[in-house]
């Protein structure tokens, strides 16, 4: 059985594949020249931008992708613990964040959902928003009615129900971390699903968020690793050899065929560049790929699943991590909090900052005293923010953060990390577009699609949808073998 992509759903996919009942050949294929994707981690910045971290000092690191999970989700935490890291679960010091608007730092209300406040959270909008703004947002009509057809625009719905501000000075601040993206281009059901009931009811949005659960020691709301997040992609990758897997990265799929109908593998993978001779014979095959990537391999031979793959949009982001002095971040922000959300409406190039020796206390122990602080640059639309060389784009993204934050950074050490086309937009209509490529790639055979394009962009989102994959594709192999238990059974590699 093979694989195509090593990111984590990749990785989780394989995992689930080589652990499954039966002895089956499981080959995991990357096209980089490392597994893991946006999960992935460099040593802190040091001074004069060295690295501070030694060969085995597990603790001097920084992610430079995904940094947390969510732990009210089981996928992560289970996984975690099946791979025996439970004694490096980390759960955030700080987790408040603020919103930057109108020349201050203002705490991001509770009681909403991507933004979206419910009834309780509107005493707590002012200063935020302005009196007027708030008084439009309780204006709701408490029977407003139903939207037709089977999605809708998150920020045009949410302007419509609540008004402007609360789309520009809330949503999209979050909707930039998260997705990169425009929230009155994105789709309420795949970016918010929990509000789709009230959009399609027709019930009040201010009585339709729920008031979340506190998060408190026995239940909170993130989770990370001591040492990184990345730590997760990098034991699966450890796992998978020590079990036997072949992981190949440095490897171009250049095609995907399916073979003749018979006893033997389903699917015939070309590797290599278009001259090339290679190929890998596998009886299932799971793509853990972005949707342009999935689109281009399934074109000859799952056409439906190409095309509706074809039109999802990504965009690209990068990270600027910054050493400061000890007692930076104490001297321009208030006590505890963890970072700041920017709007894209302040017209400011940073888009949001994690103050992460603040926010993990491995990190702060790393930094040595130091303050580590994040910044996140590049949204869907403003490609041109990220054309900048490499230098360039580091000064620019602190001076902007300076100016957020109204004090001189001065930073010790600094590193940058791009992520070009990291990011799926999901527009309206991408549950259907997802329900079309993942029906019509079932129907081909021993096939399945995993990946953020799919259950969404967060780690237990790509580890339900590698498992899941995984699972289709074991079914399938099981229908069309029943009770053969032949051993080797997977992927065979030939000239």
């Known amino acids: 059985m093979a694989v195509v992509g090593a990111g984590l759903s990749g990785l989780a996919a394989a995992w689930r594949l080589l652990a499954a009942p039966g002895r089956r050949r499981v080959v995991l294929l990357e096209q980089s020249p490392r597994t893991g994707g946006l999960l992935h981690r460099v040593p802190l910045p040091?001074?004069?931008?060295?690295?501070?971290?030694?060969?085995?000092?597990?603790?001097?690191?920084?992610?430079?992708?995904?940094?947390a999970f969510l732990a009210r989700r089981p996928e992560a935490l289970d996984l975690v613990a099946e791979l025996g890291l439970g004694s490096d679960l980390v759960h955030p010091d700080a987790t408040r964040?603020?919103?930057a608007s109108r020349s201050g730092l203002h705490p991001m209300p509770p009681a909403t959902v991507m933004g979206v406040p419910g009834r309780s959270a509107l005493a707590a909008l002012s200063p935020l928003l302005t009196p007027d703004e708030v008084a439009r947002a309780a204006a709701e009509p408490v029977a407003p009615a139903p939207v037709a057809g089977d999605d809708v625009a998150l920020g045009a719905f949410v302007a419509d129900r609540l008004g402007d501000a609360v789309v520009d000075r809330l949503v999209e601040p979050l909707l930039g971390g998260v997705y990169a993206g425009d929230a009155r281009r994105l789709s309420l059901r795949s970016c918010v699903p929990a509000l789709w009931p009230a959009a399609r009811d027709g019930v009040a949005l201010l009585d339709a968020v729920p008031v979340p659960a506190p998060a408190t020691p026995a239940a909170p709301v993130f989770g990370g690793l001591r040492g990184g997040v990345a730590r997760l992609a990098e034991t699966l990758h450890e796992r998978l050899v020590a079990g036997g897997a072949d992981v190949r990265t440095g490897i171009v799929v250049r095609s995907l065929r399916r073979l003749p109908a018979g006893d033997g593998p389903r699917w015939r993978l070309g590797l290599g560049a278009s001259t090339s001779r290679e190929h890998l014979d596998a009886d299932a095959v799971v793509l853990a790929l972005p949707a342009a990537r999935a689109s281009r391999l399934l074109a000859a031979d799952v056409p439906a699943a190409a095309a509706a793959l074809a039109g999802v949009q990504t965009a690209s982001v990068a990270v600027v991590a910054a050493a400061l002095p000890p007692g930076t971040l104490d001297a321009l922000t208030p006590p505890g909090l963890s970072g700041v959300l920017v709007p894209p409406v302040e017209g400011h190039l940073v888009k949001a900052m994690t103050f992460s020796s603040r926010k993990w206390r491995w990190v702060a122990e790393a930094a040595g005293g130091r303050d580590v602080v994040r910044l996140s640059v590049g949204r869907a639309g403003r490609e041109a923010d990220l054309l900048r060389d490499d230098d360039d784009l580091v000064a620019a993204a602190v001076d902007d953060a300076a100016a957020v934050l109204g004090g001189a950074l001065?930073?010790?050490?600094?590193?940058?990390r791009r992520w070009g086309g990291a990011?799926?937009?999901y527009a309206v209509g991408h549950p259907a577009v997802v329900a079309r490529a993942g029906q019509a790639a079932a129907g081909a055979?021993?096939?399945?699609?995993?990946?953020?394009?799919?259950?969404?962009?967060g780690v237990p989102a790509c580890l339900a949808s590698a498992s899941r994959a995984a699972a289709a594709v074991l079914a399938d192999l099981d229908d069309r073998r029943p009770g053969s238990g032949r051993a080797d059974a997977g992927a065979t590699m030939r000239p």
Request: a negative charge.
């Open 97 to 99: 964040a603020a919103v």
């Open 423 to 425: 990011l799926p937009q």
């Open 410 to 416: 001065r930073p010790q050490g600094l590193l940058l």
């Open 46 to 67: 040091g001074p004069a931008g060295g690295s501070t971290a030694g060969p085995d000092d597990a603790g001097a690191w920084l992610d430079v992708g995904a940094e």
């Open 445 to 457: 055979g021993g096939l399945a699609l995993a990946g953020a394009v799919h259950e969404g962009v």
